[in-house]
């Protein structure tokens, strides 16, 4: 029964804090909930009351934040926002523990990853090592024309006019162009998927 102005204050009174108009206020425009603030907390949507929640918990300046799902049932606009507002809460030393089902977004956001299976932790490790241990990049060579069988140990499959790899992230294209003799001037097109955080996932809970 009350608006987001009045839930806010109530909760502020809460750890004894005196409402820091300033500071609730670019919390509300910074979340897109200015304009809302005389709703009643019952008239938003679910999008809203989960900024909402952002909002109550930044009120009194906290050094960890803990987001449960906060893009969950927003749009891909807002969700961008919310991406970069949560990229300048680490620029301000905030502690921040994410849950998400969006791999994308724990790759973008994250500097540490912990995968949970069935509510047990199978793996945690900073994103970029995750990222080369457990993934591969898939390169696809096209060729101008056919050239004689190509022998490497990551080479997938073989055509008339392409060559498929599949090689460690890190590892440099031209390595493997080096190593299995394949000169520059047959190169018509390179294709390069590298790999992502679903393929860290595929791979750790696969060998479990």
């Not at 029964?1 to 919390?27: N, P």
């Not at 005389?38 to 809203?48: A, D, F, I, N, P």
């Not at 929640?53 to 969700?79: F, N, S, Y």
């Not at 945690?124 to 069988?149: A, C, G, R, Y």
């Amino acid at each position: 029964f009350f608006t987001v102005e009045e839930i806010l204050r109530y909760h502020a009174a809460y750890y004894g804090l005196k409402v820091d108009k300033a500071h609730q206020r670019y919390l509300l425009e910074r979340l897109q909930l200015y304009k809302h603030r005389h709703k009643l907390v019952s008239e938003l949507s679910g999008g809203m009351k989960r900024r909402l929640l952002i909002i109550k918990a930044l009120l009194h300046h906290p050094k960890l934040l803990l987001l449960d799902e906060p893009t969950a049932g927003v749009d891909i606009e807002l969700r961008a926002s919310l991406w970069q507002f949560i990229q300048e809460l680490k620029k301000e030393n905030i502690s921040i523990l994410l849950t998400t089902l969006y791999l994308e977004e724990a790759e973008r956001l994250c500097d540490r990853i912990g995968i949970l299976d069935q509510g047990h932790l199978k793996r945690t490790d900073k994103t970029e090592k995750l990222l080369q241990e457990h993934s591969s990049k898939k390169v696809t060579l096209t060729l101008t024309e056919p050239i004689s069988t190509v022998h490497h140990p990551l080479l997938k499959a073989q055509g008339d006019h392409h060559l498929d790899f599949q090689m460690p992230n890190e590892m440099p294209l031209s390595q493997v162009m080096h190593e299995a003799h394949i000169p520059f001037d047959v190169i018509q097109d390179v294709n390069i998927k590298v790999g992502t955080l679903e393929d860290v996932m595929e791979n750790v809970l696969s060998h479990e």
